[in-house]
């Protein structure tokens, strides 16, 4: 079983920056990939970024170049660094991992992210 707990949502206006944290607590061998999706109201949850272990990462072309994934692979954490935010960001995001012989998703409660224009 993994744990993901993230932190580091809120407001922020148009223009600004926000640093998203999620930490994988529980059993397991390996965790890979994590990464960051998110869910707008009314919307479907689409990709933001993924990160494997050894450091491959792959981008949602609408956050190309604002946003950075990266990793701790020692402390099991992955971080989002949100630059440049636009209101067309707001969503609840989520943090995603895989873990386990049957390569099971896993999923975090969901943090808020507010951009004001």
């Known amino acids: 079983q993994v744990q993901l707990v993230e932190s580091g949502g809120g407001l922020v206006q148009a223009g600004g920056s926000l640093r998203l944290s999620c930490a994988a607590s529980?059993?397991?061998?390996?965790?890979?990939?994590m990464g960051w999706y998110r869910q707008a109201p009314g919307k479907q949850r689409d990709l933001v970024a993924t990160i494997t272990r050894g450091g491959r990462t792959n981008y949602a072309d609408s956050v190309k170049g604002r946003f950075t994934i990266s990793r701790d692979n020692a402390k099991n954490t992955v971080y989002l660094q949100m630059n440049s935010l636009k209101p067309e960001d707001t969503a609840v995001y989520y943090c995603?991992?895989?873990?386990?012989?049957?390569?099971?998703?896993?999923w975090g409660q969901g943090t808020q992210v507010t951009v004001s224009s």
């Open positions: 995603n991992a895989y873990s386990g012989p049957l390569i099971r998703a896993y």
């Open positions: 529980g059993r397991f061998l390996s965790i890979d990939p």
